[in-house]
Nanobody
Framework: QLQPVESGGGLVQPGGSLRLSCSAA??????VAWFRQASGKEREGVSC??????MTNYADSVRGRFTIARDKDTVYLQMNSLEPEDTAVYYC???????????????????WGQGAQVTVSS
């Protein structure tokens, strides 16, 4: 049973940076995505990365500011130029297949982490 664990969340000022990590034994074999859910809002897909070919996708709201990368059994989300609107609980999720157009559908992912709070505030 894959058990992803997120780390790296916290409080940062607008314009600042944070790096989230998602780790699990065996994660290197899976497609991994980051989702976020702000208070009172629906969950949204942020970014995803494929297992081998390093294909990536980004939500329009974060493209150019966030970068997803992976190294063995850890996936990272580097978040730069953070805005108050980025405040949310961030979750990593893993799936066995690559979904080029449906990557932001949460129901396609089988394994989820517990979430990490990211707060952007002055």
């Amino acid at each position: 049973q894959l058990q992803p664990v997120e780390s790296g969340g916290g409080l940062v000022q607008p314009g600042g940076s944070l790096r989230l990590s998602c780790s699990a034994a065996g994660l290197g074999s899976y497609v991994v995505a980051w989702f976020r859910q702000a208070s009172g809002k629906e969950r949204e897909g942020v970014s995803c990365i494929s297992g081998r070919s390093r294909m990536t996708n980004y939500a329009d709201s974060v493209r150019g500011r966030f970068t997803i990368a992976r190294d063995k059994d850890t996936v990272y989300l580097q978040m730069n130029s953070l805005e108050p609107e980025d405040t949310a609980v961030y979750y990593c999720a893993a799936a066995g297949g690559w979904y080029a157009t449906d990557w932001a559908r949460g129901d396609l992912y089988d394994y989820w982490g517990q979430g990490a709070q990211v707060t952007v505030s002055s």
